[in-house]
């Protein structure tokens, strides 16, 4: 009877369901950490051989930007104040990869400086969003989920639209609201457009493998093979805006002289 209370009370009030929710997610993430760090240390060698392969791909990336900037005559060391954006590393303890609503837990949390709402990504590519947060943990709702939606584009171009997920194939996903009469080729790149305030442009999301008719019959649907590899995902890093919350401001401000409010 205690259990069956207690889960009406969390059901129908959200702020019971909000705290209880909370209280189990460190519960079951300091569990988390504990079976964590003994795989951890199994897999150790596998780990380190992927950060190597990660430092070789950023030591690549920082080489090709340097050469374009001295190229431009552009003077790294001439570039003052803080970045926009701040990556935080953290580390994946637990995944579900097979579910409707499949999520991920961060082994840090609020103490880290992290809120709901934050991009998520990987040397590959994007991962997802920051869900919920408690002091030392973060659940994260990945792309492989049926309520993730991403704000995407075909590189190189101005075509853009959301990237959407299907329960099923856990290594694609489906770019909608392409407009029948626009080509786009096998093998094109889809990435992040920078239209929100969650992930910078230019961030990989994966490939075109396939373009079939929407149900619309207006629109064409782009099935995307991913580029983040979900099932050996490892380190990722949180990302902050630091003009997150100006912008947002600004455009509730906006609204509000729209509406009269």
């Not at 408690?134 to 584009?153: A, E, F, G, Q, W």
Request: aromatic residues 8%; proline residues 3%.
């Amino acid at each position: 009877m205690e259990i069956v209370s207690l889960y009406i009370l969390c059901s129908f009030n959200s702020y019971q369901g909000s705290v209880f929710f909370t209280t189990a997610n460190s519960m079951v993430g300091d569990m988390y950490s504990t079976i964590d760090g003994v795989s951890s240390y199994v897999n150790l060698g596998k780990v380190n051989k992927q950060l190597e392969a990660d430092n070789e791909q950023l030591r690549a990336q920082i080489h090709e930007m340097n050469r374009e900037m001295a190229a431009r005559h552009v003077d790294t060391l001439k570039f003052e104040g803080k970045s926009r954006y701040h990556f935080l590393g953290c580390e994946v303890i637990n995944a579900t990869l097979h579910k409707s609503n499949n999520l991920l837990t961060l082994n840090k949390g609020k103490r880290d400086g992290i809120k709901p709402e934050m991009g998520v990504v990987c040397s590959s590519g994007v991962v997802g969003v920051v869900y919920l947060t408690s002091d030392r943990y973060s659940i994260v709702m990945p792309l492989l989920n049926v309520k993730s939606k991403v704000s995407c584009r075909i590189h190189g171009t101005n075509l853009f639209g959301a990237m959407e997920w299907e329960q099923g194939n856990p290594s694609c996903s489906y770019f909608t609201g392409i407009p029948t009469h626009v080509k786009v080729r096998k093998g094109a790149l889809v990435e992040t457009n920078g239209f929100s305030d969650i992930f910078p442009a230019d961030i990989p999301i994966g490939k075109v493998v396939d373009v079939k008719p929407a149900a619309d019959g207006l629109t064409n649907t782009l099935t995307v093979e991913l580029s983040t590899d979900f099932s050996s995902l490892r380190n990722v890093s949180v990302i902050t805006n630091y003009t997150h919350a100006e912008k947002r401001n600004l455009e509730q401000y906006a609204d509000s002289l729209q509406t009269g409010e």
